[in-house]
């Protein structure tokens, strides 16, 4: 099984800096097979990224994606209010793992 | 975009099985390029897959709990199910069904999830 470390735990910033959030693979991908969510409080996730790094539908542009092999970051250009929340990366190289989450915090 | 809701009791006995349905509206799970899974979400364990079942019947389960697992669908009333045997205080979690796409992708519609409490 493919295990998703993400880092920092929690993320303290505030409204219109820059975010950066990790997710490190216990083994190397082969493809491009990772995925990013939000989370709101009770709500469901939504898909961010796609790919490890394609916006999905409707996703505003200030969220990117990139990485490859064991290592994939997702940032967050400029912090609206609306982007406090808690993240999870996913891969489905291999079946289907999440990441334990990033919390977003102001 | 498809619209999924699950529906199923919110509280189950230790020992006993739990019966959870998802109905899909504004698409039809005879979509044959599209995956129709369950995932949990619990504080101890975080987001968890449980398996999914494509348009053919043939499912697919996270090894840690085939052998409590059995997904299955409806094609007449649109909706997908999971049946977990043996349950313990461990499987309370919130479920939630989700759909991704066959060519690979991450899971891009979900149902708002239903809370389940395993507690005598």
């Known amino acids: 099984e493919i295990v998703l470390t993400q880092s920092p735990g929690t993320l303290s910033l505030s409204p219109g800096e820059r975010a950066t959030l990790s997710c490190r693979a216990s083994?190397?991908?082969?493809?491009?097979?990772l995925a990013w969510y939000q989370q709101k409080p009770g709500q469901a996730p939504r898909l961010l990224i796609d790919?490890?790094?394609i916006r999905a539908a409707g996703i505003p542009d200030r969220f990117s994606g990139s990485g490859s092999g064991t290592d994939f970051t997702l940032t967050i250009s400029r912090l609206e209010p609306e982007d406090f929340a808690m993240y999870f990366c996913?891969?489905?190289?291999?079946?289907?793992?999440f990441g334990q989450g990033t919390k977003l915090e102001i | 975009q498809v619209h999924l809701q699950e529906s199923g009791p919110r509280l189950v006995k230790p020992s006993q099985a739990l019966s959870l349905s998802c109905s899909v509206s504004?698409?039809?799970?005879?979509?044959?390029?599209?995956?129709w899974s369950w995932i949990r979400q619990s504080p101890e364990k975080g987001l968890e897959w449980i398996g999914y079942?494509?348009?053919?019947?043939?499912?697919y389960y996270n090894p840690s709990l085939r052998g409590r697992l059995t997904m299955s669908l409806d094609t007449s009333k649109n909706q997908f199910s999971l049946r977990l045997t043996s349950l313990t205080a461990a499987d309370t979690a919130v479920y939630y069904c989700?759909?991704?796409?066959?060519?690979?992708?991450?899971?891009?519609?979900w149902g708002q999830g239903i809370l389940v409490t395993v507690s005598s």
């Open positions: 083994q190397s991908f082969s493809s491009s097979y």
């Open positions: 989700a759909t991704a796409p066959v060519i690979p992708g991450g899971f891009d519609d």
């Open positions: 996913q891969q489905y190289d291999s079946s289907y793992t």
């Open positions: 079942i494509f348009y053919t019947g043939i499912p």
């Open positions: 504004g698409g039809s799970i005879n979509n044959g390029d599209r995956y």
């Open positions: 790919g490890v790094s």
